[in-house]
């Protein structure tokens, strides 16, 4: 495609429940980043793939929290039993490496 | 761990106003970017910086980062109602591969 794409865009959850978030990097893109936004505040570091080489896992906030990428392309982050302070927009970027990164519209997660 | 700061965290101006926004990293870094988000929007990409020093315009933005590779700082002369949003740094370290952002300066224009 020809931009980053994740989906849902919306996603709303009963605490406790289960939920997974999509993100389809540009084609070719080596590295992969998801980032968490709360309501007027900066860019959390979740998680970052880059080509094969193991992820870099240091800013998932709990157990709750795994992502993973397939084939080098799509990715899924996956959040167990969610809680309140879950809510936020999920941003997923990516880029080639070292270069600019290119962010998703985010998905929108409120959990109640 | 690597942490990059920003101030200020927020700034009203009149339209027509210059803006700055500085970035300050706890460790050299090998290069930083900067990132506009519009109110309800995604972050887009506005600029790299690399070399110690550089100085990089874009029309009404200058873009400058520090001689010791620490700092950066975004300048808007004559702001108008589109520079609304908040804008980010990134930075990169020589060691990580990761991109750390900075929490952002939220911009306000006033007509």
């Known amino acids: 495609g020809a931009g980053v794409s994740q989906s849902p865009s919306n996603k709303v959850t009963e605490k406790g429940k289960d939920v997974e978030l999509r993100c389809d990097p540009i084609?070719?893109?080596?590295?992969l980043y998801w980032y968490r936004q709360s309501l007027g505040q900066g860019l959390e570091f979740l998680i970052y793939f880059q080509g094969n080489s193991a992820p870099d896992k240091s800013g998932l906030p709990s157990d709750r929290f795994s992502a993973e990428r397939t084939g080098g392309s799509v990715s899924t982050l996956t959040i167990q039993r969610t809680q309140q302070e879950d809510s936020a927009v999920y941003l997923c970027a990516s880029s080639l490496s070292r270069v600019q990164a290119f962010f998703g519209q985010g998905t929108r997660l409120t959990v109640v | 761990g690597q942490q990059v700061m920003q101030i200020p965290q927020y700034q009203h101006v009149q339209e027509g106003e210059d803006f700055t926004t500085y970035c300050n990293s706890s460790?050299?870094?090998?290069?930083i970017q900067w990132y506009k988000q519009r109110p309800g929007g995604h972050p887009v990409f506005l600029i790299q910086l690399v070399k110690s020093g550089e100085v990089k315009k874009q029309k009404r933005l200058t873009f400058q980062f520090g001689e010791a590779k620490k700092n950066s700082s975004l300048h808007i002369t004559a702001t108008q109602t589109t520079d609304v949003g908040t804008y980010f740094c990134a930075g990169r370290d020589n060691y990580g591969q990761n991109f750390v952002f900075g929490p952002g300066t939220r911009l306000s224009v006033l007509p």
């Open positions: 460790t050299t870094l090998s290069n």
């Open positions: 084609s070719g893109h080596t590295a």
